[in-house]
């Protein structure tokens, strides 16, 4: 069957015409398949991000919807219109690039002004929407400057107004804060939110960085070997991920061995150690009482508990203190792979940071989900 993870969306079916819709599209280069049956829904002014590791697909997917390649299945369609046969520029899509891709003769003024020009746009109209936008992204002033004479932040802005001028339906963003340090990148991520929100403009962001995807997005689709497994909200990706991959690829988490004792309609009830918890049935489909699987632990959603309510003991391998909280490595039969890692609050852990004390784990059955075990 194909997974269709965009038609879960129940508020989709009701939604107004997508922004940008992926109809089954996959793309393969020679024998290796790029991107596989993929079926998204872009929301009109929505942040969706494409997440996943290196060569799962999505700056293919990102290039499929700008038109700088073309399908070998499946339809495209950008504002309710069939674009798939429809050349990059004439989709009225704006890019930027990890690499900027300035025109590094062209004057600041004239880079931005380059999309414009090539629609006929007239002069007079040209120079107020330029200076609109070089307003917009502080860079007033910088017009006559040539791109080596900027800084690496005012280059990434000079290519977001040249993207946004045009007053693109979709921008799409490939990486755009990969080449930027640190604390820049954190100050372009909240200006790239602020404008994209004030300018209401749907925007498909492409990144590898977990962190990045979770603070930025509406929406991520998460993606793996040129797949969509999961689209959803970063708190539902976080709380209730659809399989292992998302689960292990969306923040922290342990892997506990776990018997299904009882399915119940949506939900099963699962065993690990003298403790049952309540997990979603859905990802266990198939498996009946008695299985063996693996239940997926926020380190925050495990407790130092009395004994008589833990689910199981363990010994502390390592306490390594992170200013707020304290995270705590235990060795434990129960894990998966023999270890776990849950987060303390500092005053929590005070007597377990040595290593080899005793420990008894409780589990907050909140948000616990259990995955079909794996050889
Ligand atoms: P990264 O984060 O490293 O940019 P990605 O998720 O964007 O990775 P893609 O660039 O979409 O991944 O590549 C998906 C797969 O398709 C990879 O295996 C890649 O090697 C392959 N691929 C991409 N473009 C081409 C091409 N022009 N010719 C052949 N193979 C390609």
Known sequence: MLSRPGDRQPTEQVAAEAAVRLDGVSKRFGPSVALDQAWLKVRRGEFMTLLGPSGCGKTTLLNLVAGFLAPNEGEIFIDGALVTDVPAFARQTGIVFQNYALFPHMTVANNVAYGLKARGVRKDEIRRRVAEILAMMKLSGYEERKPRELSGGQQQRVALARALVIEPKVLLLDEPFSALDKNLRASMQVEVKEIQRRLGVTTIFVTHDQSEALSLSDRIAVMSAGRICQIDTPEALYRRPADRFVASFIGEGSLLHA???????????????????????????????????????????????APDTAAFEGQVAAAIYQGDHVDLYVDAPEA??????????????AGLSHAGSKVAIAILGEDAVAFPRTA
């Open 259 to 305: 018997t299904i004792e009882q399915m119940a309609g949506d939900s099963a009830i699962v065993s690990v150690g003298r403790s049952k918890i309540a997990v979603p049935a859905a990802p266990l489909s198939g498996l009946s009482t008695g299985s063996q699987v693996d239940l997926f632990v926020r380190p925050e959603h495990m407790q130092v508990g």
């Open 336 to 349: 998966a792979n023999g270890r776990l890692m849950m987060r303390l609050a500092a005053r929590e852990a």
